[in-house]
T-cell receptor, first 115, second 113 residues
Framework: GENVEQHPSTLSVQEGDSAVIKCTYSDSASNYFPWYKQELGKRPQLIIDIRSNVGEKKDQRIAVTLNKTAKHFSLHITETQPEDSAVYFCAASEGLTGGGNKLTFGTGTQLKVEL | DAGVTQSPTHLIKTRGQQVTLRCSPKSGHDTVSWYQQALGQGPQFIFQ???????QRGNFPDRFSGHQFPNYSSELNVNALLLGDSALYLC????????????FGDGTRLSIL
């Protein structure tokens, strides 16, 4: 089955700096890669996603890149703010309805944005 | 527009007991997936229900079972509870025919004593 590895497990940055979180996946059939933000005691919330026919996607301060050949994808957050502090999870799934299929999650990255 | 709702929010059980968790999907969604999130870990897929049938299953024992009702709501049942079953149980819903992502509920925090 699919295996998703995520690094680093913790990341501390200064406010205004950029943060990068990296994930690798094992199943070449995976074609949908979402990123979720989870604040303490709250539900995972989708912040951005990318499908395998696209190499990069950007939404304001957040961007995701995908390298299908190397089977890795990354989350980039620019101009970080204290409210970006949370746990971030990458995930992968396959199938025509990739958004609704089984998601395999990484182990999470605790991002701390310091003033 | 109500999102995904789960009940109860918290639950305390003892080893060997049985538990039922409930989930109502977001309006317009017909597919429900269940995930187990242990403390400090990423969510792990348990199973998915669509048209009242289990469609996909993760690596969980038969003690974990589920059901989907005609109104698309779902239940997760866990028998013979173990200490290791202590976790946050998340429900996610989606519309199968679309390419849209899953929406998660707030989860049920299950503690086993």
């Amino acid at each position: 089955g699919e295996n998703v590895e995520q690094h680093p497990s913790t990341l501390s940055v200064q406010e205004g700096d950029s943060a990068v979180i990296k994930c690798t996946y094992s199943d070449s059939a995976s074609n949908y890669f979402p990123w979720y933000k989870q604040e303490l005691g709250k539900r995972p919330q989708l912040i951005i996603d990318i499908r395998s026919n696209v190499g990069e996607k950007k939404d304001q301060r957040i961007a995701v890149t995908l390298n299908k050949t190397a089977k890795h994808f990354s989350l980039h957050i620019t101009e970080t703010q204290p409210e970006d502090s949370a746990v971030y999870f990458c995930a992968a799934s396959e199938g025509l309805t990739g958004g609704g299929n089984k998601l395999t999650f990484g182990t999470g990255t605790q991002l701390k944005v310091e003033l | 527009d109500a999102g995904v709702t789960q009940s109860p929010t918290h639950l305390i059980k003892t080893r060997g007991q049985q538990v039922t968790l409930r989930c109502s999907p977001k309006s317009g969604h017909d597919t429900v997936s269940w995930y187990q999130q242990a403390l400090g870990q990423g969510p792990q897929f348990i199973f998915q229900y669509y048209e009242e049938e289990e469609r996909q299953r993760g690596n969980f024992p038969d003690r974990f079972s589920g059901h989907q009702f005609p109104n698309y709501s779902s239940e997760l049942n866990v028998n013979a509870l173990l200490l290791g079953d202590s976790a946050l149980y998340l429900c996610a819903s989606s519309f199968r025919a679309s390419n849209q992502p899953q929406h998660f509920g707030d989860g049920t925090r299950l503690s086993i004593l």
